[in-house]
C-alpha cells in the first residue's frame, strides 16, 4: 500500500511539473505592448514607499476611504455568513430524513454553491453596479454572494466531517434532525467556522479596496485616482492604510482564536 501511495505521488508530480512547462510555453512572451519607460516608472513608484503623503488632508482622507471599506466588507460578510450558514447546513444533507431527500439536497445546493463562488466579486459588481449604479449595495452583494458561496462549502464540509458517535447517541436518545443539528453538529464545528470566518473576513477587506475601482469609493478608488495623477506617495499612503486595517483584523482573529482554545 505504501508503495503503491509513493507511486501515484510519483505520476502526480511529474503531472504537475508537465503543466507547468506546458503553462510557460503556452504563453506568448512577446505580444502586448510594452512600456518604453517600465523599469524608470517602477522604480518610482517603490522609491515613493519611503515617502508617503502624510498631509492632513490626505491623512483625513484615508480614514474616510478606510471606514469605507471597512463598512463594504462588514456588511457584505455579515450577509455572506448567514447565506454561507443556511446554504451550507441545506447543501450538507444532514436535515435530510431519506438517502433520496439527502442526495437531492446535497447535489442542489453544492450546485448553487458552486455558481456563486465560481463568479469573481469584481464581476458581481460590474452587474450590481451595472444594475443599482454606484450604490452600497452593488458592493455589499458582489461580496456577499462569492463569499456566501465559499463559506456555504466549507461549512457544508465541516459539517459533514463530524464523527458520527456524538450523533448517534443523540439519535439514541431520541432528538430531532435540528436538534441533532443545534446539540451535535454545530457545537462540534462552530470553533473552526468562526476562525476560517475571520480568515475570509480579511480577504473580504482586500476585496472591497478591489471592487472599489469600479467606482464605488473607498480605498482602491482614491488609490486609483492617485494613479491616474501620477501621485505614487498618496497610492502608499491608501495602501499603508489598507495594510493596517488586514493587520488590526488579523491580530483580532488570532486573539478570537486563542480565547476559544482555552
Known amino acids: ?18 503543466l507547468f512547462v506546458w503553462s510557460l510555453l503556452g504563453v506568448k512572451w ?33 480614514f474616510e476611504s478606510s471606514w469605507i471599506t471597512l463598512a463594504y466588507a462588514t456588511a457584505g460578510m455579515s450577509l455572506a455568513l448567514v447565506l454561507g450558514l443556511v446554504f451550507g447546513i ?7 430524513t431519506r438517502k433520496s431527500s439527502r442526495t437531492f ?14 463568479i469573481h466579486e469584481l464581476v458581481w459588481a460590474w452587474l450590481f453596479v451595472a444594475s443599482f449604479g454606484l450604490s452600497p449595495y452593488a458592493a455589499i452583494f458582489a461580496l456577499a454572494i462569492p463569499y456566501g458561496g465559499i463559506l456555504g462549502r466549507i ?16 439519535q439514541a436518545a431520541g432528538a430531532s434532525k435540528l436538534q441533532c443539528l443545534f446539540y451535535g453538529y454545530l457545537p462540534s464545528v462552530k470553533n473552526s467556522m ?41 497610492v502608499w499612503t491608501f495602501m499603508y492604510f489598507l495594510t493596517i486595517i488586514v493587520v488590526l483584523i488579523d491580530g483580532w482573529s488570532s486573539l478570537l482564536r486563542k480565547r476559544m482554545a482555552k
Open 1 to 18: 500500500m505504501f508503495s503503491f501511495d509513493l507511486h501515484k505521488r510519483k505520476i502526480l508530480t511529474v503531472f504537475l511539473l508537465l
Open 155 to 170: 461549512f457544508a464540509d465541516m459539517i459533514n466531517d463530524v464523527p458520527n458517535e456524538p450523533i448517534q447517541a443523540l
Open 105 to 118: 439536497l446535497k447535489g442542489s445546493f453544492r450546485g448553487l454553491l458552486g455558481f456563486m463562488r465560481a
Open 194 to 234: 468562526i476562525s476560517y470566518t475571520m480568515y475570509r473576513y480579511e480577504c473580504a477587506i482586500r476585496s472591497s479596496a478591489i471592487m472599489s475601482f469600479v467606482g464605488l469609493g473607498g480605498l482602491g478608488y482614491q488609490i486609483q485616482l492617485s494613479l491616474d495623477d501620477l501621485n505614487y506617495d498618496e
Open 30 to 62: 512577446q505580444d502586448g505592448v510594452i512600456h518604453a519607460s517600465g523599469v524608470g516608472t517602477a522604480s518610482e513608484i517603490f522609491m515613493a514607499m519611503f515617502t508617503p503623503e502624510l498631509s492632513a488632508n490626505i491623512l483625513a482622507l484615508a
Open 90 to 96: 441545506l447543501a450538507s444533507g444532514v436535515l435530510a
